[in-house]
């Protein structure tokens, strides 16, 4: 499934291709699960969350990366704003260069069904990303890598929830996910 969408010169997904299938078909579970119409997603990379929540049903895309920082490859949102229109015709797809760090309001990206955390993996970061995404009130935020960087993302994850009181669930993935409940 995933094979179509992959970004031929992405040296993480040539060096480790069974690995980027896993984590790939998991992330479509979690779309078939949330079933969310709109996506604002902190770290677009490649476009290939992306492309899975597209795949799922959701028909507006809004991506927002840093480029150069915790993960980025130089090309990948080149490919990803290139490559997403063209599998997802009729969906809206827009992809914005910019640091969430150096934000503070989502708003002007619009209204969303779910928020995807998977930017910046520094504890101040995600938290940062975390509080970003509970006050643009979307009914879900799902954070990436919670057990793969505990020591970060899992920790900000795990403080932040239990600060607002949100529930979650851990969905056991191959890098940990955590969906977090914000409104009904």
């Known amino acids: 499934m995933i094979d179509k969408y992959l970004w031929p010169d992405d040296p993480w997904a040539c060096a480790e291709p069974e690995l980027v299938q896993c984590i790939y078909t998991e992330k479509l579970r979690i779309a078939e699960l949330v079933q969310a119409k709109s996506v604002l997603e902190i770290g677009v990379r490649a476009g290939y969350f992306a492309a899975?929540?597209?795949s799922a049903g959701a028909n507006v895309y809004t991506g927002l990366d840093a480029t150069d920082?915790?993960?980025?490859?130089?090309?990948a949102v080149d490919f990803a704003r290139e490559s997403l229109p063209r599998h997802f015709p009729s969906?809206?797809?827009?992809?914005?260069?910019?640091?969430?760090?150096?934000?503070n309001s989502l708003k002007q990206y619009g209204t969303h069904d779910l928020i995807h955390i998977d930017g910046d993996h520094s504890l101040e970061g995600c938290l940062h990303d975390l509080y970003l995404a509970l006050l643009a009130d979307p009914k879900w935020i799902l954070i990436d890598d919670t057990k793969y960087m505990h020591e970060t993302?899992?920790?900000a994850a795990y403080s932040f929830t239990g600060k607002h009181r949100l529930p979650y669930i851990i969905?056991?993935?191959?890098r940990g996910d955590m969906l977090i409940q914000v409104r009904q």
């Open 52 to 54: 899975m929540f597209l």
């Open 91 to 103: 969906s809206s797809i827009t992809i914005h260069t910019v640091s969430s760090q150096t934000i």
């Open 153 to 155: 993302c899992g920790i």
């Open 69 to 75: 920082t915790w993960g980025g490859t130089p090309g």
């Open 171 to 174: 969905l056991d993935t191959i």
